[in-house]
């Protein structure tokens, strides 16, 4: 038995629901190879509401600009949509470099390759809502931390 969205008490079909479990499950491996201090923090930054989307966002810029923290500062956003779209699209080399340490990095940490797979495809998923939102303010579509260092 589950909770609805309305807090009623639902009953969970595993067969109609186990995909929703296979993609959760998989997120939660994925968190689980982040390191914990810069999840940690980012959570404590960062407002409520955050989705796994925006967090793997996140993941998405630091690796785009060679950063290790996973707080994106509205200074970085800046320059990550300045630096990495051109013309609706992620720069080439860009994309390329984050796909290749996305790719490196579940490799490492990740087992198997369904996983990863399904991992990979989100990457390239929120990579294109990047591209689809970079006319606009990416920040937006980050989590992005306004308080005072």
């Known amino acids: 038995m589950g909770e609805g969205e309305e807090g009623e008490e639902k009953f969970v ?30 959570m404590r930054e960062v407002p409520a509401g955050g989705s796994f989307a925006a967090i793997l966002r996140n993941v998405i810029a630091v690796l785009a600009l060679d950063r290790q923290q996973l707080v994106v500062t509205p200074e970085l ?12 699209r992620m720069v080439q080399e860009v994309r390329e470099k984050v796909l290749d340490l996305a790719g490196q990095h579940l490799a490492a940490a990740v087992g198997g390759e369904a996983v990863r797979g399904r991992l990979g495809a989100a990457v390239v998923a929120e990579i294109e809502e990047l591209e689809k939102a970079s006319g606009g303010d990416l920040g937006e579509l980050l989590l992005v931390s306004y308080e005072e260092e």
């Open 77 to 88: 956003a800046k320059q990550f949509q300045q630096e990495c779209f051109a013309d609706g």
């Open 13 to 42: 079909d595993p067969l109609r629901d186990y995909a929703d479990f296979v993609l959760m499950r998989d997120q939660v491996r994925f968190l689980r190879t982040l390191p914990r201090r810069e999840l940690r923090q980012l």
